[in-house]
């Protein structure tokens, strides 16, 4: 929404995760990477995994390690296979071991060589 579009940073940062969770997925591809790495935890917690699922490749790399470490199970699971392989490394090595064991094969199998690397013992016995 135009609304949406003319928030800065600073105007996203402030809303709460209530109006985090009224945003439309059609909405949520509007905010620019800056507006997302701009969002806190609790904010990105309240995006849920029909959002989460929504974000471009672009917009996920935005989120902290902090918000991708606070992400449910079902919030990591919603990234698409296509985009799992495009987190940074930094944030595939902030996911918590339920959060890896919670992937599927097509995500597992989706990881990059650079991602895997990255992994801890815990995080890689999770794999399965």
């Known amino acids: 929404s135009d ?12 809303l709460t995760t209530a109006e985090i969770q009224a945003i439309s997925t059609a ?17 990105a917690q309240a995006l849920g ?8 490749s672009g917009q996920l790399r935005s989120l902290s390690t902090q918000d991708v470490a606070a992400l449910t199970t079902a919030e990591v699971a919603a990234i698409s ?6 987190l940074t490394t930094a ?9 890896i064991a919670g992937l599927d ?20 016995q999770a794999l399965g």
């Open 91 to 99: 944030q595939v090595k902030a996911m918590t071991t339920a959060q």
């Open 49 to 56: 995994a029909t959002g989460i699922a929504a974000l471009d």
């Open 105 to 124: 094969t097509a995500h597992v199998q989706a990881l990059s060589t650079a991602e895997v690397a990255v992994l801890s013992t815990g995080q890689a």
């Open 27 to 43: 909405n949520l591809a509007t905010l620019t990477t800056a507006e997302i790495a701009a969002l806190t935890t609790a904010q």
């Open 3 to 14: 609304q949406l579009r003319a928030l800065t940073t600073t105007d996203v940062a402030a």
């Open 81 to 86: 296979t296509d985009n799992i392989s495009l």
